[in-house]
């Protein structure tokens, strides 16, 4: 059972790369077998710090539990990680799709329309994975999960949004225990490169770093 998930940094889906592992998510699938968590990850090089970020992302996946091996870190020119550049669907989505098919995925996860953070970059993960699912593009018994984006409110009360998460409608609820929110933190505080101020603030209330509720597409 392979799961693909297609992000720009670890530290928005702390809970579910912990806890995909456990082989929570292969009943979304017919496949049977050992759970195999990918990551495709976009590093950007908007500060030209594009191999310093690719470093970044490997020790923080690896601090997830996730090798270097299952790790694939893309830094493309005509992919950015400019906050104000949406990515052109058409190339993404056949970048993806290549490396679906290429790994066998059963299960894609990115991001939903909100983007989380309304990154444009991340939406245009989500627009991407829209179109190869809408087109029927993807190969079949290949699903596609999004993480919910959620209120300025919801997104830093931390724990205290789980009773709310736990009463709204999804199709999977990852929730992390304090040890393993502490591991997520450690996982983030990787990326050296962007710990701004203000992430620091992120890592200490955010409600991402403890729960991830998740959509099927």
Not at 100 to 119: K, Y
């Amino acid at each position: 059972f392979q799961v693909l998930w297609i992000c720009c940094s670890a530290w928005l889906c702390g809970p579910m790369l912990l806890r995909v592992q456990e082989g929570v998510l292969s009943s979304m699938s017919n496949s049977e077998g050992e759970m195999v968590l990918l990551c495709l990850l976009f590093s950007g090089n908007y500060y030209n710090q594009g191999e310093i970020r690719k470093k970044e992302l490997e020790q923080s996946c690896f601090l997830l539990g996730i090798p270097a091996s299952d790790v694939t870190v893309v830094d493309h020119r005509d992919l950015p990680d400019n906050p104000a550049v949406e990515w052109d669907t058409q190339l993404l989505a056949a970048f993806v799709l290549k490396h679906i098919e290429a790994n066998n995925i059963n299960l894609v996860v990115t991001f939903d329309a909100g983007g989380v953070s309304g990154h444009a970059n991340h939406i245009s993960l989500y627009t991407a994975l829209r179109y190869l699912h809408s087109e029927q593009k993807l190969p079949e018994g290949c699903c596609v999960l999004v993480l919910e984006s959620v209120n300025l409110f919801r997104k830093y009360i931390s724990v205290l949004d789980v009773p709310i998460s736990c009463l709204l409608p999804r199709d999977a609820l990852f929730i992390l225990t304090e040890e393993e929110t502490e591991q997520a933190r450690s996982a983030m505080r990787c990326h050296r490169s962007q710990l701004l101020w203000f992430r620091h603030i992120y890592m200490l209330f955010s409600r991402y770093m403890v729960i991830n509720s998740l959509r099927l597409l």
